[in-house]
C-alpha cells in the first residue's frame, strides 16, 4: 500500500531552523511532483512548496526565500528546510505526492497525516 509518512516536527524557539522530511513507501512505479502544505488551526490548507518532477520548485510567499524543498527520487524521500521561523509558522505541515502505484499505473494524489510543528517567540 502505498503511503507518505512525515517526521521531523516539534516545538522550535523563533528564528531557527526545521527541516521535514517526508518518506514515499509501498510499491511506487513513478514519483511525480511533491509537495508541503500546512494548515493552521482556524485557517485553510496552503501550499508551502511543491518540487515537479523534473525538478522545478515553487513556493508559498508566506516562506518564500527562507525554505528549500528537495527530493531523492531513489530514496522517495522529500525534505523541506525552513530558516528563521516565525510563530506564524505553527501549523500541521502536510506531505503530498503525486504517485503511481505498480499495480495501477495510473497517478494519483496521496497525503501523508502530517507532522505538527509549533514555534515559540
Known amino acids: 500500500q502505498v503511503q507518505l509518512v512525515e517526521s521531523g516536527g516539534g516545538l522550535v524557539q523563533a528564528g531557527e531552523s526545521l527541516e521535514l522530511s517526508c518518506a514515499a513507501s509501498?510499491?511506487?512505479?513513478?514519483?511525480?511532483?511533491m509537495g508541503w502544505y500546512r494548515q493552521a488551526p482556524g485557517k485553510q490548507r496552503e501550499l508551502v512548496a511543491q518540487i515537479t518532477s523534473t525538478g522545478s520548485t515553487n513556493y508559498g510567499d508566506s516562506v518564500k526565500g527562507r525554505s528549500t524543498i528537495s527530493i531523492d527520487k531513489v530514496q522517495k524521500l522529500v525534505y523541506l528546510q525552513v530558516n528563521g521561523l516565525k510563530p506564524e509558522d505553527t501549523a500541521v505541515y502536510y506531505c503530498n505526492g503525486v504517485l503511481t502505484p505498480l499495480d495501477s499505473e495510473v497517478p494519483r494524489t496521496y497525503w501523508g497525516q502530517g507532522t505538527q510543528v509549533t514555534v515559540s517567540s
Open positions: 509501498g510499491s511506487i512505479f513513478r514519483v511525480g511532483a
